[in-house]
Nanobody
C-alpha cells in the first residue's frame, strides 16, 4: 500500500515556475514507477510525465518545460514546471505503481495509487 500526498500548487503568472512535490509512504518507494497527471476544468485526466528507476517520459505538451525527478531517500517525486502557460491550469495528481511497462506510462489505468491532487492556476 502506498499513500501519496501532493503539495506545491498555487497561483502563478504565465511564464512563471512552480515545483510540485509528491511525498509517498512506504519503504519500497524506489521500486515504484511514478507518474504525474493533470485534469483541467471539464477535461479528462491527462498524462504529464513519469519516472521509473532509470528514465523519464513526458507528454509533448510539456516537454522542454517540465522536469520530473525523484529522491528515493526522501520517498518524494518532484515536478518542476517552468514557462507555465494558462493552458497548464489544472489539478495535478501524482500516481504510483510497480511493474508498468514502458508503453503504458501515459495510461491512467496503469496506476493503482493516486494522491488527492494539488491545484495549479496560471493567469495570463
Amino acid at each position: 500500500q502506498v499513500q501519496l500526498v501532493e503539495s506545491g500548487g498555487g497561483l502563478v503568472q504565465a511564464g512563471g515556475s512552480l515545483r510540485l512535490s509528491c511525498a509517498a509512504s512506504g519503504r519500497t518507494f524506489s521500486s515504484y514507477s511514478m507518474g504525474w497527471f493533470r485534469q483541467g476544468p471539464g477535461k479528462e485526466r491527462e498524462f504529464v510525465g513519469a519516472i521509473d528507476w532509470s528514465a523519464t517520459y513526458y507528454a509533448d505538451s510539456v516537454k522542454g518545460r517540465f522536469t520530473i525527478s525523484r529522491d528515493n531517500a526522501k520517498t518524494t517525486v518532484y515536478l518542476q514546471m517552468n514557462n507555465l502557460k494558462p493552458e497548464d491550469t489544472a489539478v495535478y495528481y501524482c500516481a504510483a505503481n510497480r511493474d508498468i511497462s514502458s508503453g503504458r506510462y501515459s495510461d491512467v489505468d496503469a496506476y493503482n495509487y493516486w494522491g488527492q491532487g494539488t491545484q495549479v492556476t496560471v493567469s495570463s
